[in-house]
C-alpha cells in the first residue's frame, strides 16, 4: 500500500514569491492533516481536514497561508507572499478518522526562502 | 496550554547500551500517547502508542514505552540499542478523541549510538 505522497521534496524560492504543495494521502484516509516542522522542534498542526472540510485551521496564518482539499482527496497548501521565516519542513499526514486513529506521515517538503 | 517535554535534546550511547527518553505531558484529562522515530532521511514512522488497558506498551523493533498516569509520563526504553537505532525520536500526545483529534509533538531527542 502507498504510503502518503508529497511533492516537491524540496523548493527553494526568493521571498515575497508564492510556493505550493502537494499531498496525497493514504487510500481511504478521511482525515488529512498539514504540520509545520521548524529545525530542531517537533511538528506543529497548521490544519485539518475532515473529507473536504477544514474542522481546525486555528494555527494557519491566514494572512498568507491557504489551503484546500476540494474532493476529499488530495490537498494543497500555499503561501503568497512567502518571508524568510517560512523556511522549515511542511508535512502532511494522513489517518481513518481523527479521534485517536493513528496518523501516516509523508516524507515532507523542505522549504527554503532566500 | 498543553504541552509535550522531552527532556533530553541529544543522547549519545554505546551500542548494547540502555536507552530511556523522557517525555513529560502537562494535560490531565484522557490522553493517548505515541512514539515516532525518524531515522535519517525518512519520514516519521510510528513506533509505538498506548490507547488504554495495560500501561506497558511494546513497539516495533524491541522499544517498549510504559504510561504512569500519575506523573503525567510515558517514557521509550529499549534493553540494548543497535547502531540502527541513531534517529530522532518524538513523543506526541492526542487529547481525548471526538473532535479533538490534534496531535501535540514533544521537540524531539536526538539518538546518536557509536558502533
Known amino acids: 500500500e502507498a504510503g502518503v505522497v508529497q511533492s516537491p521534496r524540496y523548493k527553494i524560492i526568493e521571498k515575497k514569491q508564492p510556493v505550493a504543495f502537494w499531498c496525497n494521502p493514504i487510500?481511504?484516509?478521511?482525515?488529512l492533516y498539514w504540520y509545520l516542522q521548524n529545525l530542531g522542534q517537533g511538528p506543529e498542526l497548521l490544519i485539518r481536514?475532515?473529507?473536504?472540510?477544514?474542522?481546525?485551521d486555528s494555527q494557519l496564518p491566514k494572512d498568507r497561508f491557504s489551503a484546500e482539499r476540494l474532493k476529499g482527496v488530495d490537498s494543497t497548501l500555499k503561501i503568497q507572499p512567502a518571508e524568510l521565516g517560512d523556511s522549515a519542513v511542511y508535512l502532511c499526514?494522513?489517518?481513518?478518522?481523527?479521534?485517536?486513529?493513528?496518523?501516516?506521515f509523508g516524507p515532507g517538503t523542505r522549504l527554503t526562502v532566500l | 496550554a498543553q504541552s509535550v517535554s522531552q527532556h533530553n535534546h541529544h543522547v549519545i550511547l554505546s551500542e548494547a547500551a540502555s536507552l530511556e527518553l523522557g517525555c513529560n505531558y502537562s494535560?490531565?484529562?484522557?490522553?493517548?500517547l505515541f512514539w515516532y522515530v525518524q531515522y535519517p532521511g525518512q519520514h516519521l514512522q510510528l513506533l509505538l502508542k498506548?490507547?488504554?488497558?495495560?500501561?506497558l506498551v511494546k513497539g516495533i523493533k524491541g522499544f517498549e514505552a510504559e504510561f504512569i498516569k500519575s506523573k503525567f509520563s510515558f517514557n521509550l526504553r529499549k534493553p540494548s540499542v543497535q547502531w540502527s537505532d541513531t534517529a530522532e525520536y518524538f513523543c506526541?500526545?492526542?487529547?481525548?478523541?471526538?473532535?479533538?483529534?490534534?496531535?501535540?509533538f514533544g521537540k524531539g531527542t536526538k539518538l546518536s549510538v557509536k558502533p
Open positions: 498506548y490507547f488504554s488497558g495495560d500501561p
Open positions: 494535560y490531565g484529562g484522557t490522553v493517548n
Open positions: 487510500s481511504g484516509h478521511n482525515t
Open positions: 506526541a500526545v492526542l487529547r481525548g478523541g471526538g473532535s479533538q483529534g490534534n496531535l501535540i
Open positions: 481536514y475532515e473529507n473536504e472540510e477544514a474542522v481546525d
Open positions: 499526514a494522513s489517518s481513518l478518522s481523527s479521534g485517536g486513529a493513528v496518523q501516516f
